[in-house]
């Protein structure tokens, strides 16, 4: 075989056939290759072009809107007018700006040169936008870059929520510079200001952002993100789903067409438990004072009026708030952004007393006829305690229980309640799901502290100190606002309702179809005799009605209103007084509950003296009695108090 191939190669002819094999073998492969890729393979190579020069821009749902109990919208959504513009249209423009520059500089120019060149071409668009409207846009180099490399296909605003002025003029200037357009979006509204505005939370607008996980290149513009309150707890359910386009991209990376658009989908509604003229009447009574009120419905726990004062006006974040506007807010000493009605805790002073009351009744240490002699002070374990009354220059003398309520006596709670124990009148807080979240529907819900059965080292003098609301014990106004509306329905644990239903969006401006209930719910019931109930319930009566009761300054003509007052301590590091946290409790009409209430003014005198006389405005605002009351907090609360349905009280 090797010799043949020998003779073959000494012959030409041999060598050209050689030749001529090889060459019709190699095309044999290459038509084989050819056929393979454009026929065997062309659909999978024809869809990752359509990959390479499709982009797919993800569009925003409708948010969906908060309304009251009686169909007061409270969040909705308002359009916004924009003057934008399409860095894709710019493409021509740029083209002949590179040229030009080319022709200048003699060479070709890089990636850092064609972004200022960018630039300086928006910059120009923008301030041309600027003069016709009358506004000054605020742009910055390094927005115009990032969104040129990544978000190219949405609109970059150049002058944001144009004045119904601006609008006209846009509107009637043709043609507008290449690029601009106006667009219309929805922005967040909150009708009524900084009513319910711990309750309702805020939104600000996210940054559209590119995903390319997706299987194609996803723009994601930007959309309404709920940070606090109730616009962060079902963020998810009010933002809908997001629609798309589909846009055909060209080789340069710009837009050629549109090829298709799906329609997004609304966000649901939600319907509260609240009152609008309740929480109205309630932040017109609290007014200037730092501190937070609840007004339960005692019957089935649902949440009418939420109030943590001062407030602050949600719509300042919408679309996005300015640096120094947060700055503002977060810096104020009286913390208005806190919720102060929820997320935060204090000592409940004097109100405690009733579970105190509660605790010894069950087990036997305290009797109605129990009593105490108070002269101002007595000693506790060796240490010296006083009670407020001494400050004043007086003492209660002999008290019984019902006394001591409507007195507040801390001589008589001293010495009962350490006989009671530390661990009964735990277990007694415990009952009412003290030291526990209750479970409404908002974010950072504190959950306040009681002491541990347990606790080493605990003194008789620790037990006086619980037995009055100050020590180791914290709650929060909503828990003191459920432990009255307990003792109000006869022992039924009221869970706090603020949602009552989520709904499908509906075309005429009101609710739609039901998608969610949430029904009214109990914790349980209170293992205490009714006995026992009615004689703390006799006492609060006394607090309010009696003549000499702490409470008097929260009666209102013909409402009969059971109540407790309470004054907690505050303390610096040396355990010097620094101020006082005012609270009143209470509910009404006493024979039939409709309304059960806890008020905490951190700006408070006392109890009786600062926080009662608020309980007693919101009381005679809610039944229509004719008293003075205080003038609206603003024209958006008279609003929101006119605009739902009255109901009967």
């Known amino acids: 075989m090797k010799r043949v191939f020998h003779e073959i190669f000494r012959r030409e002819e041999g060598r050209l056939t050689l030749l001529a094999v090889g060459i019709v073998i190699g095309l044999a492969m290459i038509g084989s290759t050819l056929f393979r890729i454009q026929v065997v393979e062309t659909a999978a190579f024809g869809a990752s072009q359509e990959k390479q020069s499709l982009r797919v821009v993800r569009v925003p749902a409708l948010r969906g809107r908060i309304f009251d109990r009686n169909g007061v ?18 493409h021509g423009e740029l083209r002949d700006l590179y040229r030009s520059e080319i022709r200048v500089r003699g060479k070709r120019l890089d990636a850092e040169r064609r972004s200022q060149i960018l630039s300086g071409l928006v910059h120009q668009k923008a301030d041309a936008v600027g003069r016709l409207v009358g506004a000054t846009p605020r742009l910055n180099d390094r927005a115009i870059r990032v969104h040129n490399v990544e978000q190219r296909p949405l609109p970059f605003v150049l002058v944001g929520d144009l004045s119904p002025q601006a609008l006209a003029v846009a509107k009637e200037h043709h043609p507008l510079p290449v690029g601009v357009d106006i667009e219309v979006n929805a922005v967040r509204q909150y009708r009524y200001g900084p009513l319910a505005a711990h309750l309702l939370g805020y939104v600000t607008r996210e940054r559209s952002v590119l995903e390319t996980d997706l299987g194609l290149p996803t723009y994601i513009m930007s959309d309404m993100r709920g940070v606090s309150g109730l616009e962060l707890k079902f963020d998810d359910e009010l933002r809908g789903e997001s629609g798309t386009r589909t846009i055909l991209i060209n080789a340069g990376g710009y837009k050629e067409r549109e090829l298709g658009y799906q329609r997004p989908k609304p966000g649901h509604d939600l319907k509260l438990s609240l009152d609008a003229r309740c929480q109205h009447a309630v932040e017109a009574a609290l007014g200037d004072h730092v501190g937070a009120a609840v007004l339960l419905d005692p019957r089935n726990g649902d949440v009418l009026a939420m109030v943590s004062s001062p407030s602050y006006d949600p719509n300042r974040f919408v679309p996005s708030i300015r640096p120094e506007d947060l700055a503002e807010l977060q810096q104020n000493p009286d913390k208005p952004l806190a919720n102060r009605a929820c997320a935060e805790h204090y000592a409940p002073g004097s109100t405690f007393k009733l579970l105190v009351a509660l605790a010894g009744l069950e087990t036997g240490r305290i009797a109605p006829g129990s009593t105490s002699t108070c002269t101002g002070d007595t000693v506790v374990g060796g240490l010296l305690k006083r009670c407020w009354i001494k400050s004043k220059g007086g003492q209660h003398g002999p008290v019984n229980l019902r006394e001591a309520l409507k007195h507040s006596c801390n001589i008589f709670f001293y010495e009962h309640g350490v006989m009671v124990g530390m661990q009964a009148i735990v277990a ?23 002491p541990s059965p347990l606790k080493r080292g605990w003194r008789p003098a620790d037990t006086a100190n619980l037995a009055i609301g100050q020590g180791e014990v914290d709650t929060t106004v909503l828990q003191m606002a459920c432990v009255v509306g307990t003792i109000a329905n006869g022992g039924r644990v009221v869970a706090p309702r603020l949602v009552s239903s989520i709904h499908q969006a509906a075309e005429d401006g009101g609710l739609g179809s039901v998608v969610e209930d949430f029904p009214a719910r109990d914790r349980g019931r209170l293992t205490v005799r009714p006995e026992s109930l009615r004689i703390v319930r006799d006492g609060m009566c006394a607090v309010v009605n009696d003549a000499d009761g702490t409470g008097k300054k929260a009666a209102v003509p013909g409402i009969k209103v059971a109540g407790k007052t309470g004054t907690a301590q505050v303390m610096d590091v040396h355990n010097n007084i620094i101020g006082h946290r005012a609270w009143f409790v209470s509910f009404a009409p006493f024979e039939n509950p409709q309304y059960a209430m806890a008020i905490l003014l951190e700006d408070g005198d006392s109890g009786g003296q600062t926080a009662a006389p608020i309980a007693g405005q919101i009381y005679a605002a809610l039944f229509g009695v004719d008293t003075k009351t205080p003038k609206p907090a603003s024209r958006a609360l008279r609003a929101a108090a006119q605009t739902g349905p009255r109901r009967a009280l």
């Open 73 to 90: 919208c409270l969040a909705d959504n308002r359009p916004t007018f924009d003057a934008v513009l399409y860095f894709e249209e710019l």
């Open 428 to 450: 007694m807080a415990q009952q009412f799901h003290l030291g526990e979240q209750s479970g409404i529907a908002l974010p950072r819900e504190a959950r306040g502290h009681l």
